[in-house]
């Protein structure tokens, strides 16, 4: 089978500036404001508790959801940053990352707006499926594309937006053994 190389950098070749810069910069750039913007978020969800004198309520299902809607954000983020590379391949690829990225931003904000359960499962099994496709994609290959059959090489960034949509599957998974999902939404209701 042929190993297809895709972007500037990749763990299974590349000169160490190929890896210094491309995709890997996207991937630190898109990735740092996460942590961040997760203790601002749960900064501020405390913030309002002590000022309502709320009963102590599911705060680690907020952070939870939190870094479900991060991660998500954060995959399409990293998915946008390759749209046109993709197009410029096989332009079907580049509609599956510009769908990709418009259905996992979409649906953080849907869960920030009202986080039900069935709104997590779909997510779940989005993030989960794109995941496992890139797996397929990087161990035997899919049998489409420009180069049916053959597989990708591991990107630094496609390996981090991997690596993310994963870490939405198991944020996802522990905020549906939470229980029910109604009470919890990120955004306070006016």
Request: hydrophobic share 55%; aromatic share 6%.
């Amino acid at each position: 089978m042929a190993v297809v190389r895709h972007g500037a950098a990749s763990l299974a070749g590349g000169s160490a500036a190929s890896v210094a810069g491309g995709h890997l910069l996207h991937a630190i750039v898109l990735g740092i404001p996460i942590p961040i913007v997760l203790a601002v978020i749960v900064r501020e969800e405390l913030r309002k508790r002590r000022s309502r004198n709320a009963p102590p309520a599911p705060l680690y299902r907020h952070a939870i959801l939190a870094v479900a809607v991060l991660g998500s954000l954060g995959a399409a983020s990293i998915h946008a940053t390759v749209i046109s590379e993709h197009f410029r391949e096989y332009p079907p690829a580049g509609v599956f990352f510009v769908v990709t990225c418009a259905a996992q931003a979409t649906w953080a904000a849907a869960v920030v707006w009202r986080p039900t359960q069935p709104l997590l499962v779909a997510g779940l099994l989005g993030n989960g499926g794109v995941a496992a496709l890139w797996l397929v994609s990087r161990t035997v290959g899919v049998p489409f594309g420009e180069n049916g059959g053959g597989r990708e090489v591991v990107g630094v960034a496609d390996a981090v937006c991997t690596v993310v949509e994963v870490l939405v599957v198991f944020a996802v998974l522990a905020a549906l053994r939470r229980g029910p999902t109604q009470q919890t939404a990120l955004r306070q209701p006016a």
